[in-house]
């Protein structure tokens, strides 16, 4: 990546913006959670944009507030509100010369998967994670793991490992209830990055969600080049729709087929959801889960590379305590010592 942005200084002003679902519009109370948390805890000015609350934003609508956020030399970064799912229809319609003209870093992910694929295609990092909603209005507080690695993405330029969290927690807590937001959630003990190869290799970071990719792929979107993918490390991870594994092994089935999974330099898969409340699993179903994606992750990629390391069941995506992943940043993966890390 070729675009450089300067760290923020508390004090700044970040843009918050509604890309997808403007989740504000409905969620008032979690909303204002959230825009506390960025004054409090990191020292932030949230700025509100017109579509930031406004449900059924016209995609020229939202289109204008990522442009004006990045445009405007007072905003310093750009947070998104939550997912969604119909960036598909509109990110790939925005100019470029507004992003490259004004680097700055962006946090999302899920349907903001399409939004980082056009910044990494326009030489511009971005951040997979850190999204208001679900990061920074966390029920009762922050995880401590979260704000360590946000702070890092925020103010810090260097290099830092990405370290298993001790537990982790992915299901969530009624946002119609504002009496909830003052209640942890419960949390599980995490059983650790789970690594499947010992090759030494880095590469930068590019993917996202899933169900986006698979998006990109069937709509004919553009995406990294085969010749860039080999320098590329995959990331993925499943949202809350909690798809089968069958589902997953096609994507990365198409992955193959395309030429990328023989080409990139490695793979990192985040810690699969496994519960929703319209899919309240049990431990059990939720464990078995997990086990039958990792299979079939590992399945589907030793068919067209057995020699790169894949390592799963990590802090990013649709699950928390959250890394908020250098999307285009570099990642240094030390297999034969099993350790992971990425430049911030």
Same mark, same amino acid.
């Given at each position: 990546?070729?675009?450089?942005?300067?760290?923020? +200084?508390?004090?700044?002003?970040?843009? +918050?913006?509604?890309?997808?679902?403007?989740?504000?519009?409905?969620?008032?109370?979690?909303?204002?959670?959230?825009?506390?948390?960025?004054?409090?805890?990191?020292?932030? #000015?949230?700025? *509100?944009?017109?579509?930031?609350?406004?449900?059924? /934003?016209? %995609?020229?609508?939202?289109? /204008?507030?990522?442009?004006?956020?990045?445009?405007?030399?007072?905003?310093?970064?750009?947070?998104?509100?939550?997912?969604? $799912?119909?960036? +598909?229809?509109?990110?790939?319609?925005?100019? !470029?010369? =507004?992003?490259?003209?004004?680097?700055?870093?962006?946090?999302?992910?899920?349907?903001?998967? &399409?939004?980082?694929?056009?910044?990494?295609?326009?030489?511009?990092?971005?951040?997979?994670?850190?999204?208001?909603?679900?990061?920074?209005?966390?029920?009762?507080?922050?995880?401590?793991?979260? #704000? @360590?690695?946000?702070?890092?993405?925020?103010?810090?330029?260097?290099?830092?490992?990405?370290?298993?969290?001790?537990?982790?927690?992915?299901?969530?807590? $009624?946002?119609?209830?504002?009496?909830?937001?003052?209640?942890?959630?419960? &949390?599980?003990?995490?059983?650790?990055?789970?690594?499947?190869?010992?090759?030494?290799?880095?590469?930068?970071?590019?993917?996202?969600?899933?169900?986006?990719?698979?998006?990109?792929?069937? &709509?004919?979107?553009?995406?990294?080049?085969? *010749?860039?993918?080999?320098?590329?490390?995959?990331?993925?991870?499943?949202?809350?729709?909690?798809?089968?594994? $069958?589902?997953?092994?096609?994507?990365?089935? /198409?992955?193959?087929?395309?030429?990328?999974?023989?080409?990139?330099?490695?793979?990192?898969?985040?810690? !699969?959801?496994?519960?929703?409340?319209? @899919?309240?699993?049990?431990?059990?179903?939720?464990?078995?889960?997990?086990?039958?994606?990792?299979?079939? +992750?590992?399945? %589907?990629?030793?068919?067209?590379?057995?020699?790169?390391?894949?390592?799963?069941?990590?802090?990013?995506? &649709?699950?928390?305590?959250?890394?908020?992943? =250098?999307?285009?940043? @570099? #990642?240094?993966?030390?297999?034969?010592? @099993?350790?992971?890390?990425?430049?911030?």
């Amino acid at each position: 990546m070729n675009k450089k942005f300067s760290k923020l +200084v508390k004090g700044d002003k970040v843009a +918050v913006l509604s890309p997808s679902f403007a989740a504000p519009g409905r969620f008032p109370d979690v909303y204002k959670l959230g825009l506390e948390r960025l004054e409090t805890v990191f020292g932030l #000015v949230p700025v *509100e944009y017109p579509t930031t609350a406004k449900l059924g /934003a016209s %995609a020229e609508e939202r289109s /204008a507030d990522l442009i004006a956020a990045f445009q405007d030399p007072a905003i310093k970064a750009v947070i998104a509100t939550i997912g969604g $799912d119909d960036q +598909v229809t509109y990110i790939k319609n925005l100019p !470029a010369e =507004p992003f490259v003209n004004n680097p700055k870093p962006f946090f999302g992910y899920s349907d903001n998967s &399409h939004f980082c694929n056009f910044l990494f295609l326009n030489g511009i990092p971005s951040y997979y994670g850190g999204s208001l909603f679900t990061q920074f209005a966390m029920q009762g507080e922050m995880d401590e793991y979260t #704000v @360590k690695y946000i702070k890092h993405a925020l103010f810090e330029e260097d290099e830092f490992e990405l370290i298993a969290s001790e537990t982790y927690n992915d299901q969530g807590l $009624d946002w119609d209830d504002a009496s909830l937001l003052k209640t942890k959630r419960q &949390h599980w003990l995490n059983e650790g990055f789970i690594w499947n190869g010992n090759k030494n290799t880095e590469g930068y970071l590019w993917g996202g969600c899933v169900e986006s990719v698979d998006e990109m792929l069937r &709509h004919g979107v553009q995406i990294p080049t085969l *010749e860039q993918f080999e320098y590329i490390v995959l990331m993925l991870e499943t949202s809350e729709e909690i798809p089968s594994a $069958d589902y997953v092994f096609r994507v990365f089935r /198409a992955l193959g087929e395309r030429g990328i999974l023989a080409r990139v330099q490695g793979v990192l898969v985040g810690r !699969a959801k496994a519960w929703e409340f319209d @899919k309240p699993n049990t431990p059990e179903l939720k464990a078995e889960y997990l086990k039958q994606q990792q299979e079939t +992750v590992m399945r %589907a990629v030793r068919q067209y590379n057995t020699e790169i390391p894949v390592i799963q069941n990590m802090n990013f995506g &649709h699950t928390d305590p959250q890394i908020p992943m =250098p999307y285009g940043g @570099k #990642v240094r993966i030390d297999g034969l010592n @099993k350790r992971i890390f990425a430049q911030f």
